[in-house]
Each structure stands twice: as C-alpha cells, then as structure tokens.
T-cell receptor, first 114, second 117 residues
Framework: RKEVEQDPGPFNVPEGATVAFNCTYS??????FFWYRQDCRKEPKLLMS???SGNEDGRFTAQLNRASQYISLLIRDSKLSDSATYLC???????????????FGTGTRLKVLA | DTEVTQTPKHLVMGMTNKKSLKCEQH?????MYWYKQKAKKPPELMFV???????INESVPSRFSPECPNSSLLNLHLHALQPEDSALYLC????????????????FGDGTRLSIL
C-alpha cells in the first residue's frame, strides 16, 4: 500500500462545477498536510495547508480527518485556470533523522472544460 | 516569481560530463531539499540538508553529489550520469523542525530540466 494515495483522475468538469479530491495516508505519525498544484512542466506551488479544524481560501476548502487518515480538497465554481495536477502532501518526521520530509501522493489531474 | 532560484533552467550533457545544478534562497530557511521528478510522476526526494548538514540521503547513486556551502546555497554535482537520470530536478526550502515549524511548507524553485545524451 502506498503511503499517500490519490485517485489519479483525470477529472474532467465543466466551468462552474464543484469538484472534490480525496487523499488517504497510512503513516499515523504524519505531522502536517498540504495541497500543492502543479501545472504541466512547472514546479509544484503551495495551494494551501490543511488544518484539523478545516480551512477555506476563497473557492478552495481543505479538510483533515486524522481518525480516518484522509485529507480532502473542494474546489467551488471551477475556472479554466484551475486545470492542473493537485498533489496531496503529508509531512512526516523519520525517526532516524528528526528532519521533516514530504511524502507526495501521485497527484490528481483536473481539467476544467469551457 | 519563485523565491527559490535554480540555475540553469535547462541542461543537456553527455554521460561523461561533469556539471553542477545550483539553488539559492534568501528566505532564511535552514532546510533545503533536492527532488527528482519524471513526467507524470510526483517529485521523489533525493537529499535533505538541515542547518547545512546532510540529514537525509534517500539511497541516491553516488553519481549525484550534494553540497551545501552556506545556509542560502545548495548545489548538486553531477558526474557520469545515465540516460535514465533525465528528469526535472527541483530544489526546495523550508524551516527544518521544531514545534513552531512543524506546519511550515516547502517552497519550490522552478527546476532544472536535465537531458542526458
């Protein structure tokens, strides 16, 4: 089982639609959680951190369920510019080093259609 | 504009060449990372430096040699690479550890696209 699992998609949705992505993780010692977006042939860019209480940034809402070990991202009123790959990231501390490191999900591809 | 700067943007090299990738950040971050990313795959961690000391090496072949000359700079020295090493190489930085830093995200440079002939 992969440490961080995502549905690779693609999700093809019309403009204005609401779309949700889920991500599950297996390491119960995971410390923090993030969503990144990555455009084709570009670097990952931080979309938002994910907090236990849930958090919202404009059209984007992230939720964390530690008991069930899953993270979600909701995008409302999708725009053409939202088309990208969305990477779920879990930040863990390996016991050997004490330094945080990222575990990436495989990414979910979203295409918003006109 | 990214706050982590990588040079060069593109690099083509033969299997016998020696070259270096460079990464610089001025955000005061004390952890820096090298990742390798192949097409349609997520980034794979290669190395982590924390306070200028190598903290994590994810069993990377010795033809990749990292160096952290100071808290702002990170280099990746390349020698005798193989065609399968062709990829996008990403540098990132963050605060390294500690309770107040536990939720600090990594910031990525825009990468060096490396092609091995």
């Amino acid at each position: 089982r992969k440490e961080v699992e995502q549905d690779p998609g693609p999700f093809n949705v019309p403009e204005g639609a609401t779309v949700a992505f889920n991500c599950t993780y297996s390491n119960s010692a995971s410390q923090s959680f993030f969503w990144y977006r990555q455009d084709c042939r570009k670097e990952p860019k931080l979309l938002m951190s994910v907090y236990s209480s849930g958090n919202e940034d404009g059209r984007f809402t992230a939720q964390l369920n530690r008991a069930s070990q899953y993270i979600s991202l909701l995008i409302r009123d999708s725009k053409l510019s939202d088309s990208a790959t969305y990477l779920c990231v879990v930040n863990i501390t390996p016991t050997t080093s004490g330094t945080y490191k990222y575990i990436f999900g495989t990414g979910t591809r979203l295409k918003v259609l006109a | 504009d990214t706050e982590v700067t990588q040079t060069p943007k593109h690099l083509v090299m033969g299997m016998t060449n020696k070259k270096s990738l460079k990464c610089e950040q001025h955000m005061g971050h004390r952890a820096m990372y090298w990742y390798k990313q192949k097409a349609k795959k997520p980034p794979e961690l290669m190395f982590v430096y924390s306070y200028e000391k190598l903290s994590i090496n994810e069993s990377v072949p010795s033809r990749f040699s990292p160096e952290c000359p100071n808290s702002s700079l990170l280099n990746l020295h390349l020698h005798a690479l193989q065609p399968e090493d062709s990829a996008l190489y990403l540098c990132a930085s963050s605060q390294p550890r500690g309770d107040i830093y536990s939720n600090q995200p990594q910031h990525f440079g825009d990468g060096t696209r490396l092609s091995i002939l």
